[in-house]
């Protein structure tokens, strides 16, 4: 599988710390590592900040090309385009961004087009509609298509309510129907979603999980020592929510949980990231007194290890109705560290079945400000050896970023 040549169409990319910016980043690192002549066509880093950052900040209104050097010594390039960045985004204004994003990449395409053939093309959703551009390279240069699915992205801005118009929708659902008739292969991240697409497309769809290095992300012992490093007592007891700041989250519910717990003065809660939700939710902890929680900025990778494994319990955090659209990428390094996870889900979508069948989590509903406190108090007062260990051994089992990326690219 070596030597061939791979074009990713990706909305988020390397040096993004989280969410689909980071997979792709590591996908295509590990791919240019493995003997693949990578090429990338992306936007300029801005999430989860929603801000571009520096130095790309300077160069917003370009389009720029760079050459990223993987740790093991390969080369890929990186060509970024022009887009919109809304400060506080909505459903509007990420569908602006979407658009932006796909029209710039659409030049970048054709300049391409005319360049040395790749060998595949891949494209990963969201924004969906990328796609678009994939099918385009393919009917060209008879590249090979493959379209890879994080997110549900229709589906969730229609139950979030953030794309009310049935004619829009209608619209959005064809030109994705179309998009499935074209690629090659469709893989997915979760069996819930593998079922949703295929009733959608018609079509067979493989199974692509999101990873974790599993040895650089694995559990510590000196949990008082790491407490102390971020400012904490030995004694307290860490409730870590650590990711996007976010609509679909619905974070709303930590801090309620944390109002009926303050009286307990051991219990700490710590929200960690960034997103257009965050001030939102310092303003509510502030109006509320509650002195039993911390906001955090984002961690550095490079001792993000050590930060996960200061907690005695991570929160997975999502609304009703998302957890058969979503699977949470917080939650493979969670398990890759033996982390005890308290998750949202309600019976019957996937991350409810992936937890309750694998035992590597405590399940609440979604949005039970009253059932993640009680969760929290069982977590802290009950031995739950049994979950660290299984969490660990799910991550080396199933969660390996070589296994992963090994059979899914075997065929390619």
């Keep these: 599988m070596e030597n ?12 993004e710390p989280t969410g689909i ?6 996908m295509i690192d590990w791919l240019a590592t493995h003997g693949f002549d990578c090429t990338v066509v992306t936007t300029y880093p801005y999430y989860p900040q929603w801000k571009l950052q520096k130095p790309w900040s300077r160069r917003r209104f370009w389009y720029t090309s760079e050459v990223r050097v993987t740790d093991g010594d390969a080369y890929v390039r990186v060509h970024r ?3 919109y960045v809304p400060s506080k985004p909505n459903g509007k204004k990420r569908m602006l961004l979407d658009l932006s994003f796909t029209i710039s990449a659409f030049f970048k395409v054709l300049q391409l087009l005319a360049m040395r053939k790749y060998d595949v093309v891949i494209t990963v959703a969201p924004p969906f509609h990328l796609g ?3 099918v385009l390279y393919k009917r060209v240069r008879g590249a090979k298509f493959l379209y890879h699915v994080q997110d549900l992205q229709i589906e969730a801005a229609r139950d979030l309510n953030l794309i009310k118009q049935p004619w829009i929708l209608k619209a959005l659902f064809r ?9 090659d292969q469709i893989s997915t991240i979760s069996e819930g979603m593998i079922r949703h697409i295929e009733e959608k497309s018609g079509k067979e769809v493989q199974f692509f999980p999101n990873w974790s290095n599993i040895s650089f992300f694995y559990p510590l012992t000196d949990k008082a020592g790491i407490k102390r490093i971020y400012g904490f007592l030995p004694t307290d007891k860490i409730i870590l929510y650590s990711g996007a700041i976010g609509e679909k989250q619905g974070l709303d519910t930590i ?41 955090l900025p984002l961690q550095p990778l490079q001792t993000f290890n050590r930060f996960l494994n200061m907690a005695d319990v991570h929160l997975i955090i999502q609304k009703s109705g998302a957890a058969d659209l979503v699977m949470p990428s917080k939650l493979t390094n969670i398990l890759a560290v033996g982390g005890l996870s308290i998750v949202t889900a309600d019976p019957g979508t996937c991350l409810y079945d992936v937890v309750a069948g694998n035992e590597i989590g405590l399940l609440i509903p979604p949005e039970d400000p009253e059932a993640l406190a009680g969760a929290i108090q069982q977590a802290l007062g009950q ?30």
């Design 4 to 15: 061939k040549r791979i074009l990713l169409l990706g909305g988020n990319f390397y040096p």
């Design 255 to 295: 801090l309620e949980a944390a109002d009926r717990l303050s009286g307990q003065k051991d219990i700490r809660f710590v929200i960690c990231g960034s997103g257009p939700y965050k001030e939102q939710l310092e303003e509510t902890a502030k109006g509320k007194g509650l002195q039993n929680v911390a906001f």
């Design 175 to 183: 030109t994705e129907r179309f998009i499935f008739k074209e690629a």
């Design 21 to 26: 910016g980071k997979y792709n980043g590591e």
């Design 81 to 83: 385009c022009p887009h």
């Design 132 to 134: 678009l551009l994939a």
């Design 383 to 412: 031995d739950h050896s049994e979950i660290h260990r299984n969490s660990r051994s799910y991550a080396e089992n199933y969660l390996s970023i070589d296994g992963i990326l090994t059979r899914y690219f075997e065929s390619v």
